[in-house]
């Protein structure tokens, strides 16, 4: 939108003001400025409440209310007179009643203005800071304890004074990997898997480190979701080192078939799932493998969006991925060839990796975002073709115009 009106802008100032062009400068102003003047006179007409916020106190919905409204008949005079000294600028070139200099230095000016206005509400003062103190976030002994661990693993804060309140908490984000904190956009299956299982068996750990009882190989869900470290306070021996943890990737010597994802989250609470895996099989489909007891699946590469594992094993296996099951982008690669990634323990993913030796790869690719990619370059490639043709056409033109000169 800005490219097309500096490109009209450039064509009035170089062709000058027909009586065609007066007439749609006019109708261009009076729509424009005409809905701003009505987004100005008429803003307490809307009611700027979102469904479901009207159950907020009302106090609360009444500051919201006005608060939105300010903001629009703000950005509405803004808007209003940024357009009227625009168009009285282009009324005084257009008639010769300033010079050109005047006329670009007062529109470069104002532009330069708007800019600055919106921009400070995204670049504040606190932007430039180049430290930030905030105590809440600082290291403790026992976040720097476990830092020193460089492996991939997940960390368990405990120390909440309720254990429903563990998956509450974020600050454990902050440094490590975790399997609680609070995200209002969670998973539901995870959040399944927290109130049917791990909830219980937070509070069965509890209760087993009070009376100084404690038997890791027990805590299946703990193991699985890879809790290396559980920490109950800030001091370095606040820290429990879980080895039952099962890693990253194991290979399991027998499947739970049950028929619907209420008998599969039953299953995972008792499982013992550093042999086992729970698999619907109304959905999923997981035979002919055996078990190596010897076989190893290593993570080699971590990112975001990629993860390269390297198996070893002498028979046909079942690996289990303590990875969350998300089919809508993630697709799994076994040599490079693609295959079916399989839900098990209700949250986590499984494939069905071939004897010997391979590399197994979870790549993110969404549809919409590879395909957006696409879009967006095509779209770019397209507008610089477009750019690139408009200044060749417009020195093609003055080259025309020269040469009749001549």
Known sequence: ?????????????????????????????????????????FAGTFSFIKDGEEQMPGWFVTALAEDREGLLRSDAFRSLA??????VALYFELWNKISSIIFYSFLIMITLIDLAVVDARYFTKDEYKRKRENTFFAATEADQEILKDKSY????????????????????????????GYHAVKLRRYQDLYDSCLFEETVEFIQDASSGKMDFSKYGVINMLNAKYLVYGGGRDNIIRNSAALGNAWFVSNVTTVNSPTEELTSVCSADTRNTAVIDG????????GFDSTATINLLEQKPNYLKYES????????VFSEIYYPKGWIAYIDGKETEIIRANYVLRALLIPAGKHTVEFIFKPDAYVVGNKITMASSW???????????????????ANGKQK
């Open 282 to 289: 109304s959905k999923f489909t997981a035979s002919d493998f």
């Open 1 to 41: 939108m800005p490219l097309l009106g500096f490109i009209g802008l450039n064509k009035l100032v170089t062709e000058g003001l027909a009586k065609p062009i007066k007439k749609k400068i006019l109708v261009a102003f009076g729509i424009v400025g005409g809905i701003c003047l009505f987004l100005l006179l």
């Open 312 to 319: 070893q094993s002498r028979e046909n296996g079942l690996a």
């Open 153 to 180: 693993f997940r960390v368990f804060n405990l120390d909440a004074q309720n254990p429903q309140n563990i998956f509450l908490e974020a600050r454990t984000s902050y440094f490590h990997n975790s399997i609680g």
């Open 382 to 400: 397209l507008m610089l073709l477009v750019v690139i043709g408009c200044i060749g056409w417009n020195l093609r033109n003055n080259q025309s």
């Open 82 to 87: 940024f357009i009227t000294l625009a168009f």
